[in-house]
Structures are given as structure tokens and as C-alpha cells.
């Protein structure tokens, strides 16, 4: 009986997380840490409320997406007004699909990021990365852009906390 088991997928900072006491458990076919050792979900807690913190969200979804419809295609799948977006810029938005009843089915909340022109990024929930990439390539062609799934090809870190904007500028 040959039995293969799926190994979770792991993010380029997962050995410094189980080097520094990363509790590491599964999360959306991830390997993740739910906390330290030596700090404590509590005090982590506290920290990003009142302070600042930094995640390791290399797990999320990442979709890049290029091309001279790509506003086009982002307007018709997402449901905040995209063109409003500037280089640098990001939105957050739902994606939606539609032609089932009257009102669109909510997929997923999103982040929508603008690169540059004509260029964007996408970073969708971990768990729903799969099904959204498959629906909104059931558009690119469509619409004639570019889509890559860049999740397993780039990383994503998140600073956050009412300290975030001061901690980055002291970097």
C-alpha cells in the first residue's frame, strides 16, 4: 500500500520561526506559527494593539496581474472602483462572481495593490487561493491579460499596529 501524505507547504522565513519558538501548526495546507515561545499569544496581542508587530503572510495568495484590460477585468471581478488606485496604491475589495441570481457571490476579500500602469497584484486569503486564481483566469483570457500565481515565487511581510508607520520610518 503506497500512501503519500501531502507535506504542509512552507514560507522562506519558516526555519527562522521554529529557530526563534515559533509554536508552528497547520494552517491552509501552510506550516504557520500560531505564537512564541518565549513571548506568548497574549503578549503578542498586546503588542500589535498598542505597538507594532510584524507577520510572516508569505502563506496568502499572491496574484499578479498585467496588461492593457487589466482594469477592465479587476472592475468586472472586484467590487471597489479600481481606476481610482495610483501607482503604490492599494484597495480593499471583495471578488466576486457573477451570472448566478441576482446579486454577485462574494468569493473572497482581497487586497489590491497598483504596481505601476497597466500592472497589478492581488493577494487573496490562503485558503480560497486556488478557487480565486481558477476564477479569475476564467476571465484573463477573456479580457486579454496576464495572470501568474506568484504565491510560491515571492514573500509577504505585514507590519502592523498603531506604531507601524513610526517603527518603519526609525528603519
Not at 508587530?53 to 472586484?78: C, E, N, P, T
Not at 446579486?103 to 480565486?132: F, G, I, K
Request: hydrophobic share 40%.
Amino acid at each position: 500500500c503506497d500512501v503519500t501524505m501531502d507535506l504542509p507547504k512552507t514560507t522562506p522565513l519558516h526555519g527562522w520561526h521554529a529557530a526563534n519558538g515559533g509554536r508552528m501548526v497547520p494552517f491552509a495546507g501552510w506550516d504557520m506559527p500560531v505564537e512564541y515561545k518565549k513571548t506568548g499569544i497574549a503578549k503578542e496581542h498586546v503588542a500589535v494593539r498598542s505597538s507594532c508587530g510584524i507577520f510572516d503572510v508569505s502563506h496568502m495568495g499572491r496574484f499578479y496581474i498585467a496588461g492593457k484590460s487589466a482594469l477592465d477585468m479587476l472592475q468586472f471581478v472586484l467590487t471597489n472602483d479600481s481606476s481610482q488606485l495610483k501607482p503604490g496604491q492599494a484597495q480593499y475589495s471583495f471578488l466576486v462572481k457573477h451570472g448566478e441570481g441576482a446579486r454577485p457571490l462574494t468569493l473572497d476579500d482581497v487586497y489590491l495593490y497598483m504596481l505601476a500602469e497597466e500592472e497589478y497584484a492581488l493577494v487573496v486569503n490562503a485558503a480560497n487561493a486556488e478557487q480565486d486564481f481558477n476564477y479569475i483566469s476564467s476571465h484573463a483570457a477573456e479580457f486579454g491579460v496576464t495572470l501568474l500565481d506568484v504565491t510560491e515565487q515571492t514573500s509577504l511581510i505585514s507590519v502592523q499596529g498603531p506604531q507601524s508607520r513610526h517603527t518603519l520610518e526609525q528603519l
